[in-house]
């Protein structure tokens, strides 16, 4: 069983950036809508995040995530919503973020789950 993600969870780019996630509410968990894959992919990540490339005295390469490009794990297998799966803490995906070096850094992850509900 995995934990449901609802608007009062945290989807991140990875490395600090946070998605401006949108929730069904047709389905509540903890109060809060439960997210379906529309909520999370193609919306918006809300910050800039600056990381320290060790390995480049020039100094710390600014990633600019600006949009979630794929959803590609994390949606439950039976808990539905008007046909559509709910996601799960098993989130994965990407951004349209590069690093100024040219590096990828596309890393979705889910934390602050809320616990009163759980999926398959």
Do not use: W, Y
């Not at 609802?6 to 780019?13: L, P």
């Not at 490339?53 to 390469?61: K, M, N, Q, V």
């Not at 709910?86 to 850094?105: F, R």
């Amino acid at each position: 069983m995995f934990g449901v993600l609802t608007t009062a969870s945290n989807v991140d780019c990875g490395h600090g950036g946070r998605v401006s996630t949108t929730g069904q509410a047709k389905l509540k968990a903890a109060g809060a809508p439960v997210l379906l894959k529309a909520g999370i992919q193609g919306q918006d990540v809300a910050a800039t995040c600056v990381l320290k490339d060790t390995t480049d005295a020039s100094g710390p390469l600014t990633l600019q995530c600006k949009t979630v490009t794929s959803v590609t794990a994390g949606q439950a297998m039976k808990l539905k919503v008007g046909g559509v799966a709910v996601m799960l803490n098993t989130l994965a995906g990407g951004t349209d973020g590069m690093q100024t070096k040219g590096k990828p850094e596309t890393a979705l992850k889910a934390s602050g789950v809320q616990t009163k509900l759980k999926a398959t």
